[in-house]
């Protein structure tokens, strides 16, 4: 199979039968073979119900159906689990995405070798309140990932090589940062095809101003993971150390220069008058804490399912 085209949704009804029209057309006009796996994410309208329908016409539709509404994220990671195509490629349902895109999108995977290809939406229909902290979040993103070319992370049109979706797990809220996720599991090949985008046509959008909050969490989150999620010694035990070590010395000073001042019979203070004293107590209780934290870290990478998780490109 060529194509399977992965489309999450919660309450898009209106918008589903134009949908699939549409990529049947395209896929029609360019021979591909092809699958469409929408998954109905809890939705609470008819859209399970027009699936169903749409699937009685059309055999290559298939669909998955949430109990209830986990998230945008789990939805695809269901698609990409259920997808056979050799290329996958996700757009929403809200008909923003062109399926026009799909030939080209599906030419730069298998002939220019790209791992991934991104939408970049560069001309946008969206409210100001929305395009704006975009260009931000996207500014951050490509600084923490270090994946420079990309300008348009969350754009919902993406084309993958199969590879790479059976390599990659987004959870949580994590579909923002697909193409980190992806450079993380060694593709490394990521690019980016300027693509049109409509204003929605029916419904309204399902994510509220709070995804910037929760979008500069899940990058932290992820950065960190990225950089110290296999060995999280290497940083809570440097820092437990040194910060310790710094207290220890500091408590030795404080305690031998009373002693000297004793000795010489200059006058002096009990070491719970003087700061440093604080200081030092302060440094010590908080490096053995980091140090902790990075052994019960280890102990849990240990553990973890992933600790020897690796992709590997081929074998001979
Ligand atoms: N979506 C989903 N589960 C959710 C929220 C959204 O599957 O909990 C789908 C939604 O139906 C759409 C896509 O994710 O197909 C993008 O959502 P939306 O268009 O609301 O986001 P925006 O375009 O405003 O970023
Ligand atoms: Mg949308």
Redesign the pocket.
Known sequence: MDISVVV???N?AESLPELEAWIARVMKANNFTYEIIFIN?GSTDTSWKVINDLKAKNPCVKGVCFRR?Y??SP?LNVGFERAQGDVVITM???L?DSPDEIPELYRMITSDGYDLVSGWKQKRYDPLSKTIPTKLFNATARKVSGIKNLHDFNC?LKAYRKDVVKNIEVYGEMHRYIPYLAKNAGFAVIGEKVVHHQA?KYGK???GLNRFVNGYLDLLSLWFISRFGSKPMHIFGFLGTLMFLVGFIAAIVVGASKLYAMYHGEPYRLVTDSPYFYIALTMMLLGSQFFLAGFIGELIARTASERNKYSIREEI
């Open positions: 999450p949704l919660f898009e994410d509404n998230g945008k939805a929403d349902a809200d923003q919902g929605r959008t399902k994510f």
